[in-house]
């Protein structure tokens, strides 16, 4: 996901990065998914988007908060244009990571049009730019939608990979704390255990199911 938006403001693929149009390959682009550089590129993006959208959050709600209720003393101003100052620099970061992890180059937002010197003139143009306000915004409404993808791409990662190697594991650990195979089910009375060969190819077939679909929850 981008970061501020501004006149003109768009996505590219960035020229020296490769594009999803390659040469011909002997697998479809499904199966190869799990296993490019793309596709781990992209959960690095996602895995890195929740703790940067934490910050961006605490910092864009803690300073706008702190400007608002000053705002009844001329203390108010230079904090709420920190607030979007800072904003705008979290949106040049996540310029360069969506350009590094992702191969997109995101344009710039129109820059800051100070008609005065010094730092009245600066605090005027950084509240009056429509880019700052919408930084601000993507500030806030970042963080849900990183929790969700990161929850998403963990969770699907972690089990399509943990299910898919299940056979090697279990041949590696053929008994856990004196149990055969993997516990899915377990009260005072009653177990139920993967260890099978049926079962354990089940098992690594609906993991190959949610590996493939991982690519997918990570931006593809």
């Not at 089910?185 to 609906?206: K, S």
């Amino acid at each position: 996901m981008a970061t501020e938006y501004g006149q003109g403001y768009g996505l590219r693929s960035e020229p020296g990065l490769p594009s999803s149009a390659g040469g011909r390959h002997r697998l479809p682009a499904g199966l190869r998914a799990p296993f490019e550089a793309r596709s781990w590129r992209e959960f690095g993006y996602v895995l890195l988007s929740l703790p940067i959208s934490i910050l961006l959050f605490t910092f864009a709600v803690t300073m706008v908060s702190l400007g608002a209720g000053l705002l009844v003393t001329f203390l108010g101003i230079p904090v709420l244009a920190a607030a979007l100052a800072g904003c705008r620099g979290f949106g040049a970061l996540e310029r360069t990571r969506a350009r590094a992890l992702l191969g997109l180059r995101v344009d710039e937002p129109e820059p800051l049009r100070v008609r005065r010197h010094g730092a009245m003139g600066w605090m005027g143009a950084v509240l009056k730019s429509g880019a700052s306000w919408r930084t601000l915004l993507y500030a806030v409404l970042h963080l849900p939608w990183a929790v969700f993808s990161f929850t998403v791409a963990v969770t699907l990662w972690t089990c399509g990979w943990a299910m898919l190697t299940y056979p090697l594991w279990f041949w590696v650990f053929p008994m856990y704390a004196g149990q055969d195979g993997l516990q899915l089910y377990g009260d005072e009375t009653h177990r139920v255990y993967l260890d099978n060969p049926f079962e354990i190819t089940v098992t690594a077939l609906v993991g190959l199911l949610f590996t493939l679909a991982t690519p997918g929850s990570c931006g593809r």
